[in-house]
């Protein structure tokens, strides 16, 4: 329940750690010269209070197929230093949890020709942990699916959705934007 944001009152951590994130990607992607331009390196944030969705999505490096389990389902197996780049302890990823029914990662790694998408059912995990069914690995399990579709080779993002997002997500979307 830690690692989904049970130990944060104030929905601005989704935002932060989103953002964090994504900036990281984008430092990571700079310094192996992904991009031609300025305007290529992007974060954006949309915001739709009316679908019940907030989206995160960055022009970084993307995660590789085959780091997928370790970077976005293996909890507290982050491979950031902490030293350049902000984050450090792979928890991160799922603090949106707490504030939707479903997180939505979508991303694609420079050199290869498919986009990866894990979807974490926030909704169920909180059942699951409230009933104290099975052990940490079998929820996991439970609560996330794989599939993947073809993308062009040259793309790399990472994208987050959460999906059906509290009404808190929505409160202050002024301090968002100037955040």
């Known amino acids: 329940a830690i690692c989904m944001g049970k130990n944060y009152q104030d929905s601005m951590v989704v935002y932060r ?3 964090q994130n994504a900036c990281d990607s ?3 992607a700079m310094r192996l010269g992904y991009y031609e331009s300025d305007d290529d390196k992007c974060i954006a944030i949309d915001i739709k209070p009316a679908l019940k969705r907030v989206c995160f999505m960055d022009r970084g490096t993307g995660v590789p197929k085959d780091q997928i389990g370790q970077r976005l389902v293996d909890l507290g197996a982050s491979t950031k230093n902490g030293i350049d780049q902000i984050g450090s302890n792979g928890i991160g990823r799922l603090v949106g949890a ?3 029914d479903k997180i939505i990662f979508e ?3 420079k050199g290869e020709n498919e986009r990866s998408i894990l979807t974490f059912d926030s909704k169920l995990a909180h059942e699951l942990i409230k009933d104290k069914t099975g052990d940490c690995t079998d929820s996991l399990d439970k609560v996330t699916s794989y599939r ?3 993308e062009e080779v040259d793309a ?6 959460l999906e059906n997002a509290k009404e808190s ?3 202050d979307i002024p301090a968002v934007q100037e955040y």
């Not at 790399?156 to 959705?161: E, P, Q, S």
């Open 26 to 28: 984008i430092y990571e």
């Open 169 to 171: 997500l929505f409160r």
């Open 17 to 19: 750690e989103y953002v």
């Open 148 to 150: 993947s579709e073809s």
């Open 156 to 161: 790399h993002y990472f994208r987050v959705t």
């Open 107 to 109: 991303t694609s790694a």
């Open 98 to 100: 707490n504030w939707c």
